[in-house]
């Protein structure tokens, strides 16, 4: 057996069954193996395209996604997709190949220092140097990247090695000493959690990404107790979306009745969050009434990060909530409520009717004709917040959009990896004209796959975000994000690749695209032009506070005080 | 505030690159740093100094487990013995300096390693303070080149830097 079929061995013994990559010369003696091998392949463009649908894969299926590139320009081309991983805590394994042994070090041809380079972004990396390493090697990579807080792995091997014969075992014990993770809770400050809240009088839940897998307990504990439950952009469908305990997202773009939750709030438990700067604006002014925050995070070095912490709860978030919700008691908070109450009410999101279709009223539209039946993923820019925003999801793992890198481009590959990992749910892409652009050759793996994904591009003819900040911070000088002289016919191009494209202009044409769009077998590229000049509002400026929130564009402002 | 750290880690390449990397791209100040192979194969022992608040020193152990290579992390604000070595070429231009130099070599309990007709090399071994003053003595008579290795660490005591494993104490 040569090394690259103990490679495929050892990775079907991690249960693994979908990879995506794109083969080269220094991989191609695993590509060769995997022709006889039980794995399938999803041939992508583009590497990126290939990390970012193992990372949604992973995200929507919980469990560890898998890529695979060549080496040089192949394993380089992952960065970008390994970092986005890695700031959302992804539990991806990447595997590269390199040059043979005797190159490495000369600037042979396709030849750069992987390990080196994505070390930074990484949770931990390796470089096989002999072939009877391949199973323990993959054994701990599966291992580390889904254990503890998750994370990307590479493991890059050498052409030689892959071609060496092996001879080693496959049944390996793992030997990490320096890597156990603390998964339980401490008892004591379990305790001091579920005393302080018992005492609070507005208490708070805010729940991140960490939290995707613990939905259950986290229903119970917010039913049994009353506690208002805010999530990130991350956190979005570990709690349900239409449930009355839910009062949005927080932060840069979060809901009025969310951030002045967390403004008047007392205690704070946040389970599974990093507290992200788009979260708290400025942390010196973040929760000023909070006397106490207790958090809640597999990951020790992210409790005390970014705000104080009064009670630290390193452990998982699914095993930590089981313990809380053994000493939980239903709370009086009726006062609490009727607060928040009068700002959900007063302050919901919104958008100001123009006579130009709205892309908030598009996603809205998607979300009223799937009753938010449907696996979300975005690009990055306004659109993404417009989707977090009105495409309340009701189900975890089910909003899939870049958080902390905020990397443009990711929609299309989430989408593609979604519908790998959940063929049978409606999986729908809200992208940007901008972001679009920079992976649309993945629609090629679409008709490959005949994967039924329905991209709906929200098409503004700029680089929205970023001619929303011009406008608010640049005196409106827009500099260089102007698109749509030069934007392709987005329906044309679909139909170029043999997918049915749909194009709508006109507000009263909106509910037929819609329909056009749910309605074909196969997948569907819809572009709706928006109008051009929209924001996203309510927003906080970068480094403002709960106070500063602005509910509309200055010209017509309205403040709300906090 | 200055601290001496020590880490105890797996012995793998590139394992300092992750170090000085995270220290690189959190913003660490990283002093120095000294690294040697320890009585366990497959265990080596880094000693850090570095110099923050109570927040940045946290975050610094904090980041410092989170590496998957890495057993222990020790801040030695407990009593400590601490050990930099150092070489010091000096430029000893006639024999009123050279008595002079010696004069300051004996009084650090300093070795002389190398003898040449217009130098000399001094070897010290003491804590860096030690050392600071010891290069501040030689000063004036002209420094040649300085070598100093970056402190070492150990606690007093019983204290060690154990890892409960199959790999026994270190």
């Known amino acids: ?562 | 505030m200055r601290h001496v750290i020590s880490v105890l880690v797996q012995d793998h390449p590139r394992v300092l690159n992750r170090i000085t990397g995270l220290f690189a791209r959190r913003g660490f100040n990283l002093e120095s740093l000294a690294v040697g192979t320890t009585h366990v194969p497959g265990l080596s022992r880094i000693s850090l100094v570095v110099s923050g608040d109570d927040h940045t020193l946290e975050q610094v152990e904090k980041q410092l487990n989170r590496l998957i290579e890495v057993l222990k992390v020790t801040d030695h604000s407990e009593p400590h013995v601490e050990r930099e070595l150092a070489l010091v070429k000096v430029h000893v231009a006639g024999v009123e300096e050279r008595l002079a130099v010696k004069d300051i070599q004996e009084a650090f309990r300093a070795r002389v390693v190398d003898v040449a007709q217009k130098s000399l090399i001094l070897e010290l071994t003491g804590d860096s303070k030690k050392v600071d003053s010891f290069i501040e003595a030689l000063r004036p008579y002209g420094i040649l080149e300085v070598m100093r290795t970056g402190a070492v660490a150990m606690s007093r005591g019983e204290r060690t830097l154990k890892v409960r494993e199959k790999r026994e104490a270190v």
Request: charged fraction near 20%; aromatic fraction near 8%; charge should be negative.
């Open chain 1, 1 to 562: 057996m040569k090394g690259s079929e103990a490679l495929l061995k050892a990775l079907e013994r991690e249960g693994v069954e979908v990879i995506f990559g794109h083969p080269g010369g220094a991989i191609m003696p695993t590509y060769d193996a995997l022709y006889d091998s039980k794995i399938r392949h999803i041939l992508v463009r583009h590497e990126q395209g290939g990390i970012h649908a193992a990372t949604a894969y992973a995200r929507a299926s919980g469990r560890v996604g898998v890529v695979m590139a060549t080496s040089g320009p192949g394993a380089l081309n992952l960065v970008t997709g390994l970092a986005d991983a890695f700031m959302d805590s992804t539990p991806v394994v990447a595997i590269t190949g390199n040059v043979p042994r005797a190159l490495i070090g000369t600037d042979a041809f396709q030849e750069a220092d992987v390990t080196g380079v994505t070390m930074p972004i990484t949770k931990h990396n390796y470089l096989v140097q002999e072939v009877n390493d391949i199973p323990r090697v993959v054994r701990e990579a599966f291992h580390i990247a889904s254990t503890g807080r998750p994370g990307p792995v590479l493991i890059d091997i050498p052409k030689d090695v892959q071609l060496a014969e092996f001879t080693g075992t496959f049944d390996v014990e793992l030997d990490l000493p320096g890597y156990k993770p603390t998964t339980k809770g401490h008892p004591k400050q379990i305790e001091r959690a579920l005393d302080a809240l018992e005492k609070a009088e507005r208490p708070i839940l805010m729940v991140g990404g960490g939290a995707q897998h613990a939905h259950g307990e986290l229903l119970a504990f917010a039913e049994r107790t009353g506690i208002p439950v805010i999530t990130t952009l991350m956190g979005l469908g570990a709690f349900p979306g239409n449930h009355p305990l839910w009062l949005g997202m927080p932060g840069m773009h979060g809901t009025v009745a969310a951030n002045r939750a967390i403004h008047h709030a007392d205690v704070i438990l946040a389970i599974g969050l990093r507290f992200d700067d788009r979260v708290t604006g400025k942390v010196s002014r973040f929760a000023p009434h909070a006397h106490t925050i207790i958090h809640v995070d597999i990951d020790p070095a992210e409790i005390g990060k970014v705000v104080r912490t009064h009670v630290p709860i390193v452990g998982d978030a699914k095993l930590v909530l089981r313990e809380l919700l053994k000493g939980a008691k239903p709370l009086k908070l009726a006062a609490w409520w009727r607060e928040l109450e009068e700002w959900r009410t007063r302050y919901p999101l919104r958008w100001k009717p123009r006579p130009h279709l709205q892309s908030q009223e598009v996603i809205r539209a998607f979300h009223e004709a799937t009753g938010g039946q449907a696996i979300v993923t975005t690009g990055v820019g306004q659109h993404q917040m417009f989707a977090a925003q009105f495409f309340p999801v009701s189900r975890p793992r089910s909003f899939i959009t870049s958080g902390g890198l905020g990397t443009m481009g990711v929609g299309l590959p989430f989408a593609i990896g979604a519908k790998v990992a959940r063929p049978e749910e409606l999986v729908i892409d809200f992208d940007g004209d901008g972001s679009f652009q920079m992976t649309l050759q993945e629609l090629a793996t679409l008709v490959k796959y005949k994967l039924d994904v329905k991209v709906v591009i929200l098409n503004n003819g700029y680089l929205g975000m970023v001619r929303q900040w011009q406008d608010l911070f640049h005196a409106k000088r827009y500099s260089e994000v102007y698109l749509a002289d030069s934007n392709p016919d987005f329906a044309r191009l679909a139909e170029a690749y043999g997918i049915k494209g749909v194009k709508v202009e006109r507000k009263e044409d909106l509910m037929k695209g819609v329909e056009a769009v749910l309605s074909a077998d196969g997948p569907v590229v819809a572009e709706f032009k928006v109008y051009h000049e929209e924001g996203v509002f309510p927003m906080i400026p970068a480094g403002g506070a709960a106070e500063d929130m602005i509910l509309e564009h200055p010209a017509e402002r309205e403040e709300v005080e906090a």
